[in-house]
């Protein structure tokens, strides 16, 4: 069964940095492009960055624009995003989902991990 586990998340101050990683063990991750995708709380989902099958091309919302990175290595099977300059709004369960963003709607795959909690609060 694939599994997909989020970590890395915390509390920060505003302007601080996070790193999240999502690992994939037993996963055919290279096949996929995969994104970061959060849910703030009573909020529904919101795509947050793509990355493709290669690592070559990514998306970022326009909201992080400039302040998230999103990366891969595949031999380690790993997803990875850089969260810098964050904001009391970037407060959100994230995900990494190998779903589908049309550029106006996310398309989740059924697969999700646990997620990991970011807050940013002074």
């Known amino acids: 069964q694939v599994q997909l586990v989020e970590s890395g998340g915390g509390l920060v101050q505003p302007g601080g940095l996070l790193r999240l990683s999502c690992a994939a063990p037993?996963?055919?991750?290279?096949?996929?492009?995969l994104n970061w995708v959060r849910q703030a709380p009573g909020k529904g989902l919101e795509w947050v960055s793509t990355?493709?099958?290669?690592?070559?091309?990514?998306y970022d919302a326009a909201s992080v624009k400039g302040r998230f990175s999103i990366s891969r290595d595949n031999a380690k099977n790993t997803l990875y995003l850089q969260m810098n300059s964050l904001k009391p709004e970037d407060t959100a369960v994230y995900h990494c989902n190998a779903g589908y963003y049309s550029g106006t709607v996310y398309y989740p795959s059924p697969t999700w991990g646990q997620g990991t909690q970011v807050t940013v609060s002074s």
């Open positions: 037993g996963f055919t991750f290279s096949s996929y492009w």
């Open positions: 990355v493709s099958s290669g690592g070559g091309t990514t």
